[in-house]
């Protein structure tokens, strides 16, 4: 009976001790990625400073200008979820912020290739008629 209870024993304790060390090791990988670098800016990218302080124009209204990206809203996955437009005001009084989402808007370098020309199909009427922006992160 004795023997019984030891190989018991023993057969319940080998996977309780892979599994602590399959545990372990798992740990210890998950810290062990060393970074990689970037020497220049890869193909078909851009800076965020490309798009902050862009004007965007309304593709219905004659390219006119129609406010201000102010702000990138990023996921956690890296992409861009929206821009924050700066719209309404005077000299940047009583502007308020909307956020565009990503897929709205249309990016097209300008003539000199250097610059993205920003449009999204909404008038200013729209955009000042949109509910704010709510940075606030904790509600």
């Known amino acids: 009976m004795k023997m019984l209870k030891s190989a018991l024993l023993g057969t319940l304790m080998v996977p309780a001790v892979m599994f602590v060390a399959g545990t372990v090791n798992a740990e210890e990988n998950t810290n062990t990625m060393e ?80 610059n993205y020309v920003i449009t999204v199909n909404a008038s200013q009427d729209a955009l000042e008629s949109a509910e704010e922006y709510n940075r606030n992160e904790d509600e």
């Open 35 to 114: 970074a990689t670098y970037l020497t220049q800016m890869p193909e078909g990218t851009f800076h965020a400073d490309a798009l902050t302080g862009n004007r965007v124009k309304s593709s219905v209204e004659d390219n006119e200008d129609i406010g201000t990206i102010t702000d990138l809203v990023i996921g956690e996955d890296g992409q861009i979820n929206a821009v924050v437009v700066g719209v309404g005001g005077f000299l940047g009084m009583g502007e308020k912020n909307v956020a565009i989402e990503w897929d709205s808007l249309e990016l097209i370098k300008d003539e000199d290739g250097e």
